[in-house]
Nanobody, 123 residues
Framework: QVQLVESGGGLVQAGGSLRLSCAAS????????MGWFRQAPGKEREFVAA????????YYADSVKGRFTISRDNAENTLYLQMNSLKPEDTAVYYC????????????????WGQGTQVTVSS
């Protein structure tokens, strides 16, 4: 089992950057595939990015490809999402999640979730 806590959200102007972090408890972080999802008001939770156990393989939604970078530090039990060139449509609550399937974009493939962190991009 793993517990996840996101941080790093906030208010930023369009074109700006933010770096989200997801701190994991427990000694099994490196055995999980990890993902970032987001949910805007009135919309379903959607896939943003995913990474394999070692960090060598990454996957992105088309809407963020080239702007966002997912990474992980297994020694520090931390997952990251570097977000550049932010747009107002990136505004959402961002969640990190842990699961067993590498690169999955499906919410149901992730067993553990954080509480989320709000990202607001003003125009």
């Amino acid at each position: 089992q793993v517990q996840l806590v996101e941080s790093g959200g906030g208010l930023v102007q369009a074109g700006g950057s933010l770096r989200l972090s997801c701190a994991a408890s427990g000694r099994t972080f490196s055995s999980y595939a990890m993902g970032w999802f987001r949910q805007a008001p009135g919309k379903e939770r959607e896939f943003v990015a995913a990474i394999d156990w070692s960090g060598s393989s990454t996957y992105y939604a088309d809407s963020v490809k080239g702007r966002f970078t997912i990474s992980r530090d297994n020694a520090e039990n931390t997952l990251y999402l570097q977000m550049n060139s932010l747009k107002p449509e990136d505004t959402a609550v961002y969640y990190c999640a842990a699961g067993a399937i590498i690169g999955s974009g499906y919410v149901s493939d992730y067993a553990y979730w954080g509480q989320g962190t709000q990202v607001t991009v003003s125009s």
